[in-house]
């Protein structure tokens, strides 16, 4: 057991990835969410692929649909311990 080493717990994962994780955990399609949104699934193909800006309206829209916290989709990285590290 010495040489055990402890588990990553976290992996960085871009704004896009996020919203694409997110979406396959509730096990939709794109075009699932983008029927239960109104946003184009060219849209979110593109916001999955990190060539469009989430933005903070379509944050919230997709945040309902996939019932989470629109901070998960914006700062998927976020960790709250760096930002008060001296």
């Known amino acids: 057991m010495k040489e055990y080493r402890v588990a990553k ?3 960085d994962v871009s704004v896009g990835e996020s919203v694409r994780i997110i ?5 939709m399609s794109q075009n699932d969410l983008s029927k239960a949104t109104g946003i184009p ?14 933005g903070v309206e379509r944050a919230k829209q997709l945040a ?9 989709l914006v700062f998927p990285g ?3 311990s760096h930002e008060y590290a001296a």
């Open 23 to 27: 979406r396959e955990l509730q096990e």
């Open 9 to 11: 717990k976290q992996i």
């Open 78 to 80: 976020w960790d709250i």
């Open 41 to 54: 699934q060219s849209t979110i193909s593109a916001i999955e692929n990190d060539r469009v800006n989430l």
């Open 64 to 72: 309902r649909t996939l019932k989470c916290h629109p901070a998960v």
